[in-house]
């Protein structure tokens, strides 16, 4: 039986650990602006512009969500397998600070698994939620891994994430994965933005309709992923130039991509015309 003096996250007092807040360095913090700033967004943004212009078609949804959950798809497993390399990395030279310095990315995957409000048992994971979204337009999570409904760099998305968090140098997906963390909340805040505002047109009942709980979910938790990120590089590289330099590096390419699929997208579903007429509310 468990001690009852023990209650789990409520016994030990935080504020005796330092490390669960920490000052970054400021080119560090620039890394979100290295986001933020890129042309990657306003594609983003011409991509809203067209979203709001009128309703999609069933196909059309089918288009976003199954191209949308390719990166979707991704990154839980990508970020479990980074937290994985970080800590085997730090574990042969600092053995007992290697988990709680992993723990800044672990802890994006606590809210991918549907693991961070364990006191009322299992949420569904980020990926369950995705489907039950789309299944409200009768989209299959068949559907969703349908090559035909998935943009050419979606795909190429998926594999250069797999590759990052995998592969490629912790520092640079370091830098990947801030930049996911980042711009997610920009790609989801966009369609929820845009099926609340049509949310008639688009079937759901209300602003908070159960089905969109995917989105909304990452409009709560991004954020915080985001800056535990940013904080891990601070870890990582200790402000060392060079290597705040190959996380840069990680950003902008996680934007190459990002840009990419969001062209190909407007494309594929608007044919880039420009001026795309407004829908009339
Ligand atoms: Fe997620
Ligand atoms: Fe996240």
């Avoid at 306003?42 to 009128?54: A, G, V």
């Avoid at 961070?116 to 990926?127: A, R």
């Avoid at 590759?163 to 909340?185: C, K, S, W």
Wanted: proline content about 4%; aromatic content about 10%; charged content about 25%.
């Amino acid at each position: 039986m468990s001690n009852p003096s023990y209650v789990r996250g409520k016994s030990i007092d935080n504020s005796q650990y330092a490390h669960l807040s920490m000052s970054v360095s400021d080119d560090i913090a620039a890394l979100k602006e290295t986001v933020f700033q890129h042309k990657a967004v306003r594609t983003l943004k011409k991509f809203e512009e067209n979203l709001k212009s009128r309703i999609l078609t069933r196909d059309e949804i089918r288009i976003l969500l199954a191209s949308e959950g390719m990166f979707v798809l991704e990154v839980p497993p990508g970020i479990v397998a980074l937290a994985s390399r970080m800590t085997d990395e730090w574990f042969k030279k600092e053995p007992f600070a290697a988990t709680g310095r992993a723990a800044r990315i672990l802890f994006a995957a606590v809210d991918e698994y549907g693991l961070n409000d364990m006191e009322h048992g299992l949420l569904p994971s980020h990926h369950q939620l995705y489907v039950d979204m789309a299944a409200h337009w009768g989209i299959t999570a068949k559907d969703l891994l349908d090559d035909r409904n998935i943009v050419p760099s979606a795909k190429e998305f998926s594999g250069v994430i797999a590759d990052y968090y995998r592969n490629r140098p912790i520092i640079e997906a370091l830098g990947f994965h801030v930049a996911n963390e980042a711009t997610a909340p920009l790609d989801f805040g966009v369609f929820l933005a845009t099926f609340r505002e049509y949310r008639e047109q688009y079937g759901l009942k209300a602003e908070n309709d159960p089905h969109l709980n995917f989105l909304l979910v990452h409009d709560d938790v991004e954020v915080s992923h985001r800056e535990m990120g940013v904080e891990c590089v601070q870890l990582y590289t200790n402000g060392a130039k060079a290597l705040v330099e190959q996380a840069r590096r990680g950003v902008l390419a996680y934007m190459e991509c990002y840009g990419r699929l969001f062209t190909e997208l407007n494309d594929a579903i608007f044919g880039q015309k420009p001026g795309v007429r407004r829908a009339s509310a």
